[in-house]
């Protein structure tokens, strides 16, 4: 058997076992040029063609990280349409948008990547998008999750599929490794991109693959296979143990408006490992700030609970959450501060700074030549925008968010609702309140500092002026 029909069979019984598709689904196929992606295209191609009817749209982003992007672009473009494949492409100033999003380079790449080909799959009426992530990149995931102490349900790694807005990231190559994907291309002669920044050991996942785990193999030939071992196994038993906490939360809990009850003798009947399970489960109900439901935490609640003493306490869990014991009832509950904040300033030319008491931060406006400009980062704790002077509607108007408020995002087409950016980006409510706004003469929200700046006025090669904003702390000896 040839290495294109051994890689089917395995990507065909994959699909079988974990249902990632069925006759006559669209799938769109992320393709960033590279061996994996090109050998994920070619398999599902021939699958397609002798296997099962599949319609395949190839989509690739450029990133604009890397001089030869363009190129890379270009050569999938002529890929897909060899193939007889419609193609899709997104280009994004990753490093500009960078700045302004919060997310770092990697985060805003990811996420800008992902909204494209969820939106892609959403135009084309697709069921899902398949990834190429394989069994090195899951041995990979496995030993970084593991380095920073996770717990089961990271130590599963990636999934062979989950749910994005209603489509389904499908990976079907996670028990290929990637020198069959790369054999697969060299002995057909299958043209690919090779990234230089995978070299570059500054990334934590680079650092893994080129340092970590050549080092491991050394006492553990076999380092990558036990990692995958472990992933599947860990896999199946959180699937289990997710499956049984939400039986247990449908006997004991009590759910309310915005809380949840129980009694201490039925939580304290669960065995420890459900005990921790259940608490994430509540707190995950009642946030979606994930990042502070940390072991520490979910562990001091639970010893907290099983205490016979003190039978009344209150416990600030952080993200507005609040836990309480009423003698034997616990309450969990989610009543984040009230801070109905209403503002409006002007912000004009030629230079201003603004001082946002009501929130305790300073809006800084600055007039630069092009030539004076330089693309800036986070630093200091500043929080940068940047526009073309003469193609931004002035005065400007710093204010407070209010109902409906909608921002045409770049990179996006059409506008997004504050609300639900706030929603997808996980920023509690909390804390929603004292993000402001900034908004041209038109009314167009043109910025929102460490969130999103709109498609308005972009810096191009035809800028004459720039307007440089910045967001920062009020100093203590500016406070009222």
Sequence with gaps: MDLMNELTESVMEAAAEHELWSPHDIIIVAVSGGPDSVALLRILHHIALTRMPLTLVCAHVNHGFRSESAAEAEMVRGLAAGLGIPFELASFDIPALAATSGLGPEGTAREKRYEFLVATAHRYGARSVALAHHADDQAETV???????????????????????????????????????????????????????????????????????????QYNPQIKQSLLQLSEIVEAEDEYMEATAAECFGKIVNPGHGEYTFERAAFAALPSALQ?????????????????????????????????????????????????????????????????????????????????????????????????????????????????????????????????????????????????????????????????????????????????????????????????????????????
């Design 143 to 217: 030993l970084m999750r593991l380095m920073r102490g996770s717990g089961l349900t990271g130590l599963a790694g990636m999934r062979w599929k989950r749910s994005e807005k209603k489509v389904e990231l499908i990976r079907p190559f996670l028990r290929i490794n990637k020198t069959a994907l790369l054999d697969l291309c060299l002995t057909n002669g299958f043209p690919y991109a090779e990234d230089s920044s995978n070299l570059e050991t500054k990334y934590k996942r680079n650092s893994v693959r080129l340092e970590i785990l050549p080092m491991l193999e």
């Design 276 to 480: 921790r399970r259940l608490i994430k489960l509540i707190l995950n109900y009642l946030s979606a700030d994930g990042s502070i439901l940390d072991f520490a935490k979910i562990e001091k609640i639970r010893r907290a609970v099983l205490q016979d003493y003190p039978t009344g306490w209150n416990l600030h869990l952080g993200g507005g959450l609040i836990g309480k014991r009423q003698y034997d009832t616990i309450v969990f509950s989610s009543k984040p501060p009230e801070r109905k904040l209403s503002y409006t300033y002007r912000l004009s030319l030629p230079n201003s700074r603004l001082i946002l008491a009501e929130i305790g931060k300073v809006m800084t406006m600055t007039v630069l030549e092009r030539d004076q400009f330089h693309m800036q980062g986070d630093e200091a704790g500043q929080q940068l925008a940047w526009f073309d002077r003469d193609e931004l509607a002035m005065p400007l108007t710093v204010r407070s968010r209010l109902p409906g408020d909608t921002i045409r995002v770049m990179g996006l087409n059409g506008s997004k609702k504050v609300k639900d950016i706030y929603i997808d980006d996980k920023i509690p409510t909390s804390e929603r309140s004292v993000i402001p706004l900034v908004c041209d003469s038109l009314g167009n929200i043109v910025w929102i500092p460490g969130v999103r700046r709109s498609s308005h006025a972009a810096v191009g090669r035809h800028t004459a002026f720039v307007i440089l904003l910045s967001l920062s702390e009020l100093a203590k000896d500016e406070e009222a």
